[in-house]
């Protein structure tokens, strides 16, 4: 058996000696010493999140709470796809929320009081993603890229977010990571390029990964500030679902069998997470966010019984065209659009309960170009 050791000497403070023993056995441990730093770990999880996908590995990873080693089995892990009810993390969620101010001042306070009586890793995760995405604000100044200043300040940038959340996670002996790639959040317009620059976490729970956003989470930025508004939809989001939104830089991490491609992920329709809870399925021929046409276009969507669309167009200078409430007839939703000149136009749409049209979330946005 193979076995690479990395150990650190405390007393010189630099990294200690690298002792490797080959062996007939195919499998790699790591083993991390229970008395690293942060900052080290930071550049372990690194090291994990790039190589460790493209080798047969078992990792073994120091919980430094409870001093023993937690074993994660890497190769032949399925990706999870499950989305847990939410009604489950009721009181969850109202235990995090009411986290005293005494405890926030640490990583490991926070960690402790956070997970501490948890019945398992799920119930730990939650906890973790509820008190980050309620208390922690975006910072729009773009200073916080590190989990110490993000908690300190209760601001952060998506590695700030992130990293809090890894930091946590392992604390709690949660095996989770940072994943880095493209993000298509609720500034984007479809037709921009989409900038490598985000960041959000896979957290493994029951043996298989999940994926999380907390900066999507929390909240979005408009104008400038920081508006607060809670999204469920990005809290272990089933990958097929996440990848409309999310691009990772190493494919390994899309978690789906079919990987998509940096201009296959640009062409998907922008859904957003309205689309989804309310069960929306698009079965035209249109199935990008750009679309061309004529002076008409038609979309048309399947919908669950009480499920209204309503839409805004508008033109490139953001003037609203046309503005519509559109009911579900025989199962689906049908918009038909006209229009009068040629140009560009974005169509907006909004998902809700036809009874309730006040309560509507964001479910689509498309760019048109009619010709």
């Known amino acids: 058996m193979s076995i690479l050791y990395l150990s650190r000497i405390f007393q010189h403070r630099q990294w200690g000696s690298l002792r490797h023993t080959a062996g007939g056995e195919p499998d790699l441990f790591i083993v991390l010493d ?20 493209m080798l047969p590995v078992t990792l073994c990873i120091s919980c430094l709470m409870a001093e023993q080693y937690r074993i994660v089995r890497i190769p032949g892990e399925k990706p999870g796809n499950t989305r847990y009810d939410p009604a489950r993390f009721k009181q969850i969620d109202a235990f995090a929320l009411e986290t005293p101010s005494a405890v926030t001042t640490s990583l490991d306070a926070l960690a402790l009081h956070l997970t501490e009586g948890m019945q398992d890793d799920l119930d730990k995760t939650r906890a973790i993603w509820r008190w980050i995405t ?31 959340f890894v930091e946590l996670a392992r604390r709690s002996c949660i095996k989770a990571l940072e994943i880095t790639g493209r993000g298509r959040g609720s500034g984007y317009l479809p037709g921009e390029r989409v900038a490598a620059n985000h960041a959000w976490n896979a957290v493994l729970i029951d043996g298989k990964w999940h994926l999380l956003d907390a900066t999507y989470g929390a909240g979005h930025v408009k104008d400038g500030r920081f508006i607060r508004d809670y999204r469920e939809h990005f809290f272990l989001t089933p990958p097929d679902q996440f990848i ?118 964001w479910a689509f946005t498309y760019l048109i170009v009619s010709k």
Request: net charge positive; aromatic share 12%.
């Open 134 to 164: 309620a208390r922690i604000a975006y910072d729009t100044e773009k200073k916080n890229y590190h989990a110490g200043p993000t908690l300190r300040d209760r601001r952060g940038t998506c590695q700030g977010y992130s990293e809090l």
């Open 34 to 53: 229970t008395m690293h730093q942060a900052c080290h770990y930071s550049i372990m999880r690194r090291f994990v999140q790039i190589f460790l996908p």
């Open 244 to 361: 409309y939104t999310h691009l990772p830089d190493l494919r390994r991490w899309q978690l789906r069998k079919l990987k998509i491609s940096r201009k296959e992920f640009k062409g998907l329709p922008f859904y957003r997470p309205g689309y989804f809870d309310h069960g929306l399925r698009q079965t035209d021929e249109n199935s990008s966010s750009e679309i061309e046409c004529g002076k008409k276009l038609a979309l048309r969507y399947d919908a669950p019984r009480g499920v209204m669309i309503t839409i805004n167009l508008r033109n490139d200078a953001g003037k609203t065209l046309l503005k519509r409430r559109i009911r579900r007839v025989k199962g689906v939703i049908d918009i038909l659009l006209t229009f009068k000149d040629p140009g560009t136009y974005y169509l907006y749409g909004w998902a809700g309960p036809e009874g309730d049209p006040d309560n509507l979330a």
